[in-house]
């Protein structure tokens, strides 16, 4: 074939992806404004075309290029695999009437896809790869029609093309939208959604044709999925498919160049097939991998003839790092090609816009890190670098290693009390008494019934709740006045879930803003931003905070919530902890020492808490982790490291207390047969997981697993804004009970209610609590031993 299509070089610096929420969060608001129908589909579009303009002009202005396909087009309104799916027509028949006659959707389908509606549930929700973004999973069977259903990518790249720049349109590649894709519920048993690879392209090829005929000189296509050795699909099936993938649209006539950009880890042997392909640029994580030794003939000679993108400036961490180091690396790579550029790692999506919009933040801390503005600049001067040569860029060079050595010797980074309390462990600190000696002792102490309910942990926050915290911070109100509103709204909660029928209650976390910064606000080690908020899932933002030293607690941090809430309730209370692996998961983590290590810091101030719950009375503790999954590394070969650490962290943080002392944790998210080991080995009494949304797929992983301690897997979803019915409860409850002995369930929600709106949430308790009781009724009880 002979390709004709005008080129421009690939651009000697760029970054995979931009955040897309706003630096005030202004599409996460707009987006909500049109769920709740204050603002109309038109408007919510010309504030994302406000949000994109500024973007391209705040990238152009930090050293990127206007016209050579430098600035990608990564926007979402909701999640970039939802995108993929709606662009390729691969609509759930559930929402099959949502679509027009062409397989469209308006905005209005895309969020009921999204979120679902009355008994259409949404998308199955996710982590992506090792973030802590969440994606929303396709649903592939060989009833799906592929078509070219949506033109948004070609839109956005004419709307920048009008506004004068040459962008570089980003889509899902189609190896890892298919590979990330669950069956059908009408697809057989064994089906594979790989298998539609061949029906898939041709669209793929289509959206190439149109992005070609509109002017992109470039396209990017995102395969996160070839790193990952977590995906349940044979290796040799994957690089099959990958060499087809890209042999079939390196032939389409006329397209534009061709970016595959593999975040997260190494490609390892996926690199040889892309390097025989007809793509004409390859980017390699180089923050998670390394430059590639060693190669056959076949994969260097193609290489040679590509561009080899070095993603060296970290995208999934906030730290300066060294530039020095990134560039002596970027110089490595001319061994693989002549053409070498720079980029980020991953998708800048996961880090805050600008470190230089925290006020709060000192000037020292901050000259450590970089955000994704720094990021960006970065990057641009390594591309600097790359043309003009190491002594163009000395100064900047210079700069960022004398803010490492700076960052390595400032106070309260090494504290000597905190690594030899660590330094004196023993095995002893990290084991309980037997499982069954602790559940009799429980069941003495706590008395709970066949069946026994309870919530994750969060209620709803409402307004009045956000601005009492708010004025509090602000001064406008007194400490007594902000601990008295605090204590009429745990009161409230409390009776509440008395009324309604739960069994072990919780005080609802008014309090707290997030369930890990508000322990790194309590925590020596730890800094918070003000306006670092990153994107979640959909229109939920976070605000993660940065662990930047030892870590210790200098006094008592939930004993007091917890003690009053108890005052209130003869039932047995819940005291809320976030656990060590997610505070980290969740946090900006250091790293200047191993994880492992930051882990068990953590834990030690955990323990030390939780003993103090337990001294003042408090007999049931719960320890969040629901990030344990999200952190498994994506390579096999780095699981039983990162099991052991994480794992020992939290039973360091747990161990500490006595039998009757019941430990709970939470997991959501989570594929529970991947880590069902690692959840049997963390010992807690009862663990509670996602799986309303899957409809209970977690629970036939519970039954063959042999796992023998409380469980709670989740019957209500609490991502959406759905009610669920108590004939829906009920099957869910039946099917569980069909797997798990009725001695092992607990009846929970998914995950904390804290997004929720109070209306829909006390509607779904109330359902909850009544299937509950017609199952207790239809269920035979166990005997006691």
Not at 542 to 550: C, M, Q, Y
Not at 628 to 648: C, F, I, Q
Request: proline share 6%.
């Amino acid at each position: 074939m002979t390709d004709t299509t005008p080129r421009i070089p690939f651009p000697t610096g760029t970054i995979i992806g931009y955040p897309r929420i706003g630096r005030r969060r202004e599409l996460k608001k707009a987006v909500e404004s049109f769920w709740a129908g204050t603002i109309t589909a038109d408007e919510l579009e010309a504030t994302a075309a406000d949000l994109r303009a500024a973007t391209r002009d705040r990238l152009a202005a930090l050293g990127l290029g206007r016209d050579d396909a430098s600035i990608p087009e990564s926007f979402s309104y909701y999640d970039q695999v939802l995108d993929a799916a709606v662009t390729v027509g691969a609509i759930p028949s559930r929402f099959a009437a949502l679509a027009d006659a062409d397989g469209s959707v308006d905005l209005a389908g895309y969020f009921t896809i999204a979120r679902g509606e009355g008994e259409n549930a949404p998308l199955e929700m996710t982590k992506w790869f090792d973030s802590n973004y969440h994606y929303l999973v396709p649903e592939i069977g060989p009833e799906t029609e592929f078509r070219l259903a949506s033109d948004r990518i070609v839109r956005e790249f004419e709307e920048a093309k009008a506004a004068g720049f040459v962008t570089r349109p980003a889509i899902v590649g189609p190896v890892t939208f298919l590979l990330l894709s669950k069956a059908s519920d009408e697809a057989p048993e064994g089906f594979r959604p790989l298998s539609r690879l061949g029906d898939l392209l041709p669209v793929y090829a289509e959206l190439l044709s149109r992005l070609a005929a509109a002017g992109a000189p470039w396209v990017q296509l995102d395969e996160p999925a070839l790193v990952s050795e977590s995906i349940d699909e044979p290796r040799d099936a994957v690089l099959a498919a990958l060499a087809t993938a890209y042999d079939t649209l390196g032939a389409v006539p006329g397209r534009p160049a061709l970016f595959v950009a593999a975040p997260y880890g190494s490609l390892d042997d996926a690199l040889p097939v892309l390097a025989a392909s007809p793509v004409e640029a390859i980017s390699l994580d180089l923050v998670r991998g390394a430059v590639p030794r060693g190669l056959d003939a076949a994969t260097a000679s193609g290489l040679s003839g590509k561009t080899v993108v070095g993603g060296v400036v970290d995208g999934h961490n906030i730290w300066r790092g060294d530039l020095e180091a990134a560039f002596g690396t970027l110089t490595e790579l001319l061994s693989l090609s002549p053409d070498v550029a720079v980029s980020t790692s991953t998708s800048l999506q996961h880090v805050p816009h600008d470190v230089d919009d925290e006020p709060e933040l000192s000037d020292q801390l901050k000259s450590w890190l970089a955000f994704a503005d720094q990021k960006v600049a970065q990057v641009a001067t390594l591309a600097r670098g790359l043309v003009d040569g190491h002594e163009a860029i000395q100064e900047e060079l210079s700069a960022a290693s004398a803010a490492l050595a700076d960052r390595a010797a400032a106070p309260g980074v090494r504290v000597p009390a905190v690594r030899e309390r660590e330094e004196a462990l023993t095995e002893a600190d990290f084991a309980r008494g037997e499982y069954a000696d602790r559940l009799a002792a429980q069941d003495a102490a706590l008395g709970l019934p066949f069946l026994p309910t309870t919530t994750i942990g969060s209620f709803p926050q409402t307004g009045d709740i956000r601005r009492s915290r708010a004025q509090f911070a602000k001064g406008l109100i007194t400490e007594a006045e902000y601990l008295g509103r605090m204590r009429d709204e745990i009161k409230r909660v409390v009776d509440l879930q008395e009324e309604i029928g739960i069994d072990v209650i919780v005080h609802g976390e008014p309090e707290r803003n997030d369930m890990v910064q508000y322990f790194a606000e309590n925590l020596d080690g730890f800094a918070v931003t003000q306006n670092g908020w990153v994107q979640s899932y959909g229109s939920r933002c976070t605000r993660p905070s940065i662990l930047w030293g030892d870590v210790s607690r200098p006094k008592p941090i939930t004993v007091e919530w917890s003690t009053y809430t108890q005052s209130l309730t003869p039932k047995p209370v819940k005291g809320m902890l976030t656990g060590p692996v997610t505070i980290l998961a969740w946090s900006f983590v250091r790293d200047d020492q191993p994880l492992g290590e930051t882990a068990r810091q953590v834990a030690l101030a955990l323990r030390d808490e939780i003993a103090d719950l337990e001294a003042a009375g408090i007999r049931v503790v719960q320890v969040d982790e629901p990030a344990l999954r999200e952190l498994l590394p994506l390579k096999k070969s780095d699981h039983a490291s990162y099991l052991d650490w994480s794992v020992g962290s939290f039973r360091l943080a747990t161990s500490g207390v006595r039998d009757e002392t019941q430990i709970h944790t939470h997991l959501c998210y989570s594929e529970f047969g991947v880590v069902i080991d690692a959840i049997r080995n963390l010992d807690a009494d009862v663990t509670s997981i996602e799986a309303a949304r899957s409809r209970m797929e977690v629970v036939h992983d519970i039954q063959s697993s042999g796992f023998e301690h409380g469980i709670g897997p989740g019957v209500y979803d609490i991502h959406s804004p759905r009610v669920p019915s108590v004939a829906e409860v009920t099957e869910l409850l039946e099917t569980a009970l069909g797997a798990i002995p009725g001695r092992q369930l607990w009846v929970n929600p998914d995950c904390g209610l804290k997004t929720r709106g109070y209306d829909e949430t006390v509607a779904s308790l109330r359902n909850i609590i009544e299937a509950t009781r017609a199952v207790r009724a239809s269920a035979s009880a166990p005997t006691p031993a």
